[in-house]
């Protein structure tokens, strides 16, 4: 079954200071991988995908993550944090056959400081 | 255009008692979702409906129950309930089917308290 870890729940940043969050995920097959965000009160919303093809996918907001097979990691990155960024961060797999559910990592909550 | 919009929004109930919630997905979206957040984790999957046939059931007890109506509305059903049913139940639609090929859209949610 596929499954995702994220390392660290709780990251905090300086605005406009590099925002990297950590996602490794355990598939026998290559999986479909995803990043979401939670702001408070909010439902998800999806920042970005990896499904095949190239393996630095941009998304929404200025994030973007890398799919590294070797590794099997799905990093996010945005360059530049801005106040408006906090928020609770999940990283998601779903598999090619099963994918009808996303299976969620615990999550990351990232704080940003002035 | 209305996202997916939950109901309700908070409520509370004690131990035992029955609960339904209800969500009504964008317009359009066949599928709909279910999963249940407790809090400090993440969501985890309990249902997925699409053109109203269960595609996918998680590792839930049959307390837990769900169906689809014709116009691609949605309940979650959650009988006995117990302490650890307090969480924040999700609802997400799609136009697709599988999660790979579409994009889900969540709703806020409906947080349940348990007593």
Redesign the interface.
């Known amino acids: 079954a596929q499954s995702v870890t994220q390392l660290g729940s709780h990251v905090s940043v300086s605005e406009g200071a590099l925002v990297l969050l950590r996602c490794n995920y355990s598939s026998s097959v290559p999986p ?1 991988l995803f990043w979401y965000v939670q702001y408070p ?6 920042l970005l995908k990896y ?1 095949t093809g190239a393996t630095l996918v941009k998304g929404i907001n200025g994030f973007e993550a890398e799919f590294k097979k070797s590794e099997t990691s799905f990093h996010l990155t945005k360059p530049s944090a801005h106040m408006s960024d906090a928020a609770e961060y ?1 990283c ?1 797999v ?1 598999s ?1 056959s ?10 990351t909550t990232v704080t940003v400081r002035a | 255009d209305a996202g ?1 919009t939950q109901s309700p929004t908070h409520l509370i109930k004690t131990r035992g008692q029955h609960v339904t919630l209800r969500c009504s997905p964008i317009s359009g979206h066949k599928s709909v ?1 279910w ?1 249940q957040q407790v809090l ?6 309990i249902f ?1 409906y ?1 053109e109203k046939e269960e ?2 059931r ?1 590792n839930f007890p049959d307390r837990f129950s769900a169906r689809q109506f014709p116009n691609y509305s949605s309940e979650l059903n959650v009988n006995a309930l117990l302490l650890g049913d307090s969480a924040l139940y ?1 609802c ?1 639609s799609s136009l697709a ?5 579409g ?7 409906s947080r349940l308290t348990v007593l």
């Open positions: 479909y009160n909010q439902g998800l919303q999806l499904t999940f998601a779903s090619r099963n994918d009808y559910k996303l299976s969620f990592g615990a999550g | 997916v979702s999963y400090g984790q993440g969501p985890q999957f997925q699409y595609r996918g998680g999700l997400a089917a599988g999660v790979n090929t994009e889900l859209f969540f709703g806020e949610g």
